[in-house]
């Protein structure tokens, strides 16, 4: 099995929905909506569906890029492969809000400030820059406590894999950081039980 598909099975299982809530719930009924890092298309499905939001998700892989078409066949929303590093193809003062979930904690530097600066570049002037990322905290008791199910098996691979990179981004507060030097607004809190962060940038 291609590792786009076991993603994609991931997605559907209930926990991962418990993960996005915090980002659906900051979405309001209009407008329009980027998702960078978009993968199989689970958020934008959902917004689609449940918001009827025109959303538009980004990836630089071509294998999940299928997979969310698939995933994303009875919808209108539009999927498209970008290169990493490089300018998003759209135009200025574009999107009410910019998603991007657990995608942040695995750059360097230098692409999270290419990266935010272009996704500034791309916000109305009342937009969001929603962020989601796993914190790293807890460990397997406490997971299960909240999440133990067998329809949530995939909870505990995405625990593992994503926990010291997840613990680093925590610790080095960096959107904290370029929302301060950038004169942006900053909020952040903890959700699904303190294993992920909601962080969020207005201008």
């Known amino acids: ?53 025109t959303c538009v998700g980004v990836d630089t892989n071509q294998d999940m890029l299928n997979e969310a078409e698939i995933k ?8 498209q492969k970008i290169e990493a590093n490089e300018e998003l193809p759209f135009k200025n003062n574009n999107f009410n809000y910019v998603t991007i979930c657990s995608v942040l904690f695995h ?3 230098e692409e ?30 406490t997971l299960a406590k909240y999440y133990f199910s067998l329809k949530n098996f995939g909870i505990t691979i995405w625990f593992k894999a994503t926990k010291k990179r997840a613990k680093l981004w925590k ?22 039980n303190g294993f992920a962060q909601l962080e969020i940038i207005t201008q």
Not at 26 to 48: A, M, R, S
Not at 72 to 79: A, E, G, P, Q
Not at 171 to 192: E, F, G
Request: hydrophobic residues 35%; proline residues 3%.
């Open 171 to 192: 610790t080095n507060n960096y959107l904290k950081q370029y929302a301060y030097v950038n004169n942006l607004k900053y909020t952040s809190q903890k959700v699904m």
């Open 107 to 109: 750059l360097k530097k």
């Open 72 to 79: 994303l066949k009875d919808t209108n929303v539009s999927l």
């Open 1 to 53: 099995m291609k590792f786009s598909k076991f993603f994609s099975n991931i997605q559907e299982e209930p926990w991962y929905r418990s993960f996005l809530n915090p980002v659906i719930n900051e979405i309001g009924d209009e407008g329009k909506l980027l998702d960078i890092g978009t993968g199989t298309g689970k958020l934008v499905q959902i917004l689609n569906n449940e918001k009827g939001i």
């Open 112 to 141: 999270l400030n290419f990266m935010l600066n272009d996704v500034q570049r791309l916000l109305k002037n009342d937009g969001k820059i929603i962020v989601l990322t796993p914190t790293g905290n807890g460990n397997i008791l």
